[in-house]
């Protein structure tokens, strides 16, 4: 609820659909298409809450420093949702094309692979960057971004890096043999590093210290 209610965490989601879907159905799904996917669904996800979730509810934070069962439970529902809504995001818009008659099932399976990888990194990194760096965000409604510009186009790089790049070698580079070994070992990868993150979240210094930097 408070995602969608944050005007800065709804409207990327909502240019993705809006101006990803048109294209779906106006333009042939060819190799172009399918990076830009593994590109701007993640890193607009991330970016609109993942790497920044404390900082959404800013003075709300001390609050739920004193309900500890929901703040534990925070993190996980958030990755939960940001790796949910990438993976739909993605197969969702390649469907449109599909019932377009601008793409092939074969592509879909590579997408599927494809978002998963993404996902599962983004959302992996996404925890971890939340979990270590909080950032107080200065939300007025108009469109804010979650961390300080500077800060925003490094993630954007290190997101492109870590997350969406190893996605794009998949779908696009890789032989089919390969393809799913590779998505199931970064995936692991991934997972890794988000439980890393979680099992940190757990100790009560670290959420003091996200608690008192989001919600000064």
């Excluded at 809006?18 to 590109?39: Q, R, W």
Aim: include cysteine.
């Amino acid at each position: 609820t408070t995602l969608w209610r944050t005007p800065e965490s709804r409207r990327p989601i909502a240019a993705i659909v809006i101006l990803g879907a048109p294209s779906m159905i106006l333009f042939t799904f060819n190799s172009n298409i399918e990076s830009a996917l593994m590109l701007a669904v993640p890193a607009a996800l991330s970016l609109a809450w993942g790497v920044n979730i404390f900082g959404l509810f800013g003075p709300g934070m001390p609050w739920l420093a004193s309900t500890p069962r929901v703040l534990t439970l925070l993190p996980r529902v958030a990755a939960a949702t940001q790796f949910v809504l990438t993976v739909t995001l993605v197969w969702s818009l390649w469907f449109i094309s599909y019932l377009a008659g601008n793409t092939d099932q074969s592509t879909g399976q590579r997408l599927l692979l494809g978002s998963l990888v993404a996902g599962s990194l983004s959302t992996a990194l996404s925890t971890y960057l939340s979990v270590h760096y909080p950032v107080r965000a200065r939300l007025t409604g108009r469109g804010d971004a979650l961390t300080p510009p500077l800060t925003t186009l490094t993630y954007l790089g290190v997101l492109v890096v870590v997350a969406c790049l190893p996605a794009i070698i998949v779908v696009g580079t890789l032989e089919p043999p390969w393809q799913t070994p590779t998505a199931a070992t970064l995936t692991v990868i991934a997972a890794a590093m988000w439980l890393y993150s979680i099992r940190e979240w757990s100790k009560p210094s670290v959420r003091a210290r996200a608690a008192a930097v989001t919600g000064a």
